[in-house]
């Protein structure tokens, strides 16, 4: 394996840790209501760290045009692992709810300079490379899950963040070592991609409105899909973590099905497909019976059907942006994606809060109808 190679995979890898910072607190909220007082204001704490990692992505996007992209992915990858121990160490709500800022922080520091280098490596198999990425995040989050509810109940939720700080930093020094920094671009280069984003403004408005949503509806069910299987159906935690695994990891093959398959039959047809199907499982959900088999069955299929969207959406950014402000695009991206979404989990908590958490997956369902039906009014360029 060469150093870009291995660079490649460092970025995915790093991907996967960012993620897994944002799921840890979701995964072990069972653990952590009673201290902080319910599900209403762990979803607002849930919600805070989503609003700093959205919104962050933004003036970070225009930061990854001028600056290295290895430099700003390792040191994301240092503020997670700092903002983790922090967490774990705190003993009061004013220091985790700075804390968990300082997290969010870290994570938005990641997205703009990871996409964009990934986008700036290849062209023509952006969809793959795009995969990759998300293979990577989805590996994340899959351990992340398994690795919090397993090791928190042995050994409590504070250790559990401590262990995965060492991670974090761990993972920052390699970054350093390995990622290749991505080449600049020829004028002629340019000039092609400022007609590209001519036709690609047409699309902007409906893309970018499918990524509110896409992001509304992976804060909002990352939030609340754990405590749904072990509260709702009834199964035992650890084995709820477990089975929220699997789901995340089938979602880490969808990412790389979904990136293969809109290089070769188009963007739209691959997202169309993905939230119809995820619409119609988050209301199944609701209604299936604390039947173990079927459980599984749902959360395969919802990890499926949602992530296999994400590689496609990713690509079609970068077909339609210019190279040289590729980071600003998927800044932008990142910010609305999260930053609006960030209100899910809180919404979420409410309705968890004031009616029953089966209201949280209709709002959930409902959102990705919408995303189905924008979906609809996508025209490609191929």
């Known amino acids: 394996m060469g150093r870009a190679e291995a660079g490649i995979y460092a970025i995915a890898w790093s991907h996967g840790a960012m993620h897994a910072y944002l799921v840890l607190l979701p995964a072990l909220a069972p653990l952590i209501k009673a201290e902080v007082g319910g599900y209403a204001l762990l979803g607002a704490l849930i919600s805070l760290v989503f609003l700093f990692y959205g919104w962050g992505s933004l003036p970070v996007g225009l930061m990854a045009d001028r600056s290295r992209k290895k430099l700003m992915i390792a040191l994301s990858m240092l503020l997670c692992g700092v903002s983790s121990i922090l967490i774990g160490l705190a003993h009061s709500l004013p220091l985790l709810g700075a804390s968990l800022i300082l997290l969010g922080l870290g994570a938005s520091l990641y997205h703009p300079p990871g996409y964009a280098a990934m986008a700036l490596y290849t062209s023509e198999m952006r969809g793959r490379y795009m995969g990759i990425q998300g293979l990577g995040g989805l590996i994340g989050m899959a351990l992340s899950y398994i690795t919090a509810t397993s090791l928190g109940a042995v050994i409590g939720w504070r250790a559990t963040f401590l262990l995965w700080g060492l991670i974090g930093v761990a993972t920052g020094l390699l970054d ?20 590209s984003l001519s036709i690609g403004l047409r699309r902007l408005i409906v893309v970018f409105a499918i990524i509110i949503l896409s992001g509304a509806l992976w804060s909002g069910v990352s939030s609340f899909l754990l405590a749904c299987v072990n509260e709702v159906k009834g199964v035992q935690l650890l084995l709820a973590g477990g089975l929220s695994t699997i789901s995340y990891t089938v979602g880490s093959l969808a990412q790389f099905i979904g990136g293969e398959l809109s290089d070769k039959k188009g963007r739209r047809i691959v997202i169309l497909t ?23 069955l749902l959360l395969i299929l919802l990890g499926f059907s949602f992530y296999v969207t994400q590689s496609p959406i990713n690509a079609l950014l970068g077909d339609i942006s210019p190279r040289r402000t590729i980071g600003a695009t998927y800044g932008f991206n990142f910010a609305v994606k999260y930053g609006i979404g960030s209100f899910t989990p809180a919404l979420a908590g409410y309705l968890t809060a004031r009616y029953s958490m089966d209201y949280a997956f209709y709002l959930f369902s409902l959102l990705s109808l919408a995303a189905f039906l924008l979906s609809l009014l996508i025209r490609e360029e191929r």
């Not at 290749?180 to 007609?195: A, D, F, L, M, N």
């Not at 993905?274 to 599984?296: C, D, E, N, Q, V």
């Open 176 to 195: 350093l070592l390995i990622i290749v920094e991505p080449e600049s671009k020829t004028q002629g280069e340019r000039h092609r991609e400022w007609i």
């Open 274 to 296: 993905g939230f119809a199907a995820y619409s119609i499982l988050l209301f199944a959900l609701t209604k299936a019976p604390r039947s173990l088999p079927i459980i599984l």
